[in-house]
């Protein structure tokens, strides 16, 4: 039985795999921003102009494209990237971000739900603060995670 490390060509099906990876995150992040955009857009809105309609646009696509992106990193990347123990210790923290990062989301497209559907916003510093500090930090994960984790993939993980 030959070690499939040894296999003529694994070293570039490996490195082909390592860059498809980091490309999807790459993509995955630019989704990621641009809906941090639309939210800080909102933020800047507020307590009058907020756009019911980019409301409901962002509500319906925050939580699932979130929870599709994470799956994808923690089924996919994170085992490809988390060969060290200082490395786990990362990915433990990307893991517990991205936990924090849901419950936000679900706490805001209830929010924008609310107002895209005709309610008021109640307390417009308390709603932009919330905005801002999901998107704020959701901003801060990806920049680590290009900083980090995708010139790892890039040069093949290891």
Same mark, same amino acid.
């Given at each position: 039985? =030959?070690?499939?490390?040894? =296999?003529?060509?694994?070293?570039?099906? *490996?490195?082909?795999?390592?860059?498809?990876?980091?490309?999807? @995150?790459?993509?995955? $992040?630019?989704?990621?921003? *641009?809906?941090?955009?639309?939210?800080?857009?909102?933020?800047?809105?507020? %307590?009058?102009? @907020?756009?019911?309609?980019?409301?409901?646009?962002?509500?319906?696509?925050?939580?699932?494209?979130? *929870?599709a992106?994470?799956? +994808?990193?923690?089924?996919? @990347? +994170? %085992? #490809? /990237?988390?060969? =060290?123990?200082?490395?786990?210790?990362?990915?433990?923290?990307?893991? #517990?971000? $991205?936990?924090?990062?849901?419950?936000?989301?679900?706490?805001?497209?209830?929010?924008?739900?609310? $107002?895209?559907?005709?309610? %008021?916003? @109640?307390?417009?510093?308390? +709603?932009?603060?919330?905005?801002?500090?999901? /998107?704020?930090?959701?901003?801060?994960?990806?920049? /680590?995670?290009?900083?980090h984790?995708?010139? =790892?993939?890039?040069?093949?993980?290891?």
């Open positions: 039985m =030959t070690d499939s490390r040894q =296999t003529p060509g694994f070293g570039r099906e *490996r490195e082909r795999l390592a860059l498809d990876f980091a490309l999807l @995150v790459a993509r995955a $992040h630019e989704r990621k921003l *641009r809906l941090c955009d639309a939210l800080e857009a909102i933020a800047d809105d507020l %307590p009058s102009r @907020v756009d019911p309609l980019l409301c409901l646009d962002v509500a319906s696509s925050l939580l699932p494209m979130l *929870r992106s994470h799956r +994808f990193e923690e089924e996919i @990347v +994170f %085992p #490809a /990237f988390a060969q =060290t123990e200082q490395r786990e210790r990362i990915v433990a923290r990307l893991r #517990a971000e $991205h936990l924090e990062d849901e419950c936000l989301a679900e706490d805001l497209s209830e929010a924008l739900l609310a $107002h895209g559907h005709g309610g %008021p916003i @109640v307390n417009p510093e308390a +709603f932009g603060y919330m905005l801002r500090a999901f /998107f704020e930090a959701l901003r801060r994960h990806i920049a /680590f995670e290009r900083d984790l995708l010139p =790892t993939l890039a040069d093949g993980v290891g």
